[in-house]
T-cell receptor, first 111, second 113 residues
Framework: GESVGLHLPTLSVQEGDNSIINCAYS??????FIWYKQESGKGPQFIID?????DKRQGQRVTVLLNKTVKHLSLQIAATQPGDSAVYFC??????????FGKGTRLHILP | DTEVTQTPKHLVMGMTNKKSLKCEQH?????MYWYKQKAKKPPELMFV???????INESVPSRFSPECPNSSLLNLHLHALQPEDSALYLC????????????FGSGTRLTVV
């Protein structure tokens, strides 16, 4: 069946360093991938997305990489800040208006 | 307006109560969603409405009844819930059929007593 998973439940990163959060997906038919950030008590907040016809997309301090060969997605956060502390979810979608979330990685920022 | 608004933010209800969760967006999105999120878990899809028609029901128990009165509003009617239904209920919207522009509301924290 469809599933999206993450490799690590928790990631601790020194403030100022770069963070890399990984995700594996299994549905080859998915053509749209999204990263969300969720802070405590809030709904998921869109960070960046990428379509299957791309392998890299950059935003402000964030980069998403897509490797369709091994069905792997990653989120890179440059110069991690205390405000980046949150749970990060990858999600996948096809043309059926259905998005499926991965398990989530909690990012801890060390002072 | 680029937001999805959910009301109420918090709700406590008894197992015999009937209540409704409401969701509203004015972004012109024609797909709207209900998700359920338990603590420390990812959101799980419950229902999808596309062009005001129910297109996906992820085998949700009938004590949850969705309704889409128009393209801007989405309701979730609750009746005879169980304590295990306590969770954060999230509404989202997107541009239908394109896989893009998903926006989530802040959710309703539901506690069933």
């Amino acid at each position: 069946g469809e599933s999206v998973g993450l490799h690590l439940p928790t990631l601790s990163v020194q403030e100022g360093d770069n963070s890399i959060i990984n995700c594996a997906y299994s549905n080859s038919a998915s053509d749209y991938f999204i990263w969300y950030k969720q802070e405590s008590g809030k709904g998921p907040q869109f960070i960046i997305d990428i379509r299957s016809n791309m392998d890299k997309r950059q935003g402000q301090r964030v980069t998403v990489l897509l490797n369709k060969t091994v069905k792997h997605l990653s989120l890179q956060i440059a110069a991690t800040q205390p405000g980046d502390s949150a749970v990060y979810f990858c999600a996948e979608s096809g043309r059926d208006d259905k998005i499926i979330f991965g398990k989530g990685t909690r990012l801890h920022i060390l002072p | 307006d680029t937001e999805v608004t959910q009301t109420p933010k918090h709700l406590v209800m008894g197992m015999t109560n009937k209540k409704s969760l409401k969701c509203e967006q004015h972004m012109g999105h024609r797909a709207m969603y209900w998700y359920k999120q338990k603590a420390k878990k990812p959101p799980e899809l419950m229902f999808v409405y596309s062009y005001e028609k129910l297109s996906i029901n992820e085998s949700v128990p009938s004590r949850f009844s969705p309704e889409c009165p128009n393209s801007s509003l989405l309701n979730l009617h609750l009746h005879a819930l169980q304590p295990e239904d306590s969770a954060l209920y999230l509404c989202a919207s997107s541009q239908a059929g394109t896989g893009g522009g998903y926006t989530f509301g802040s959710g309703t924290r539901l506690t069933v007593v």
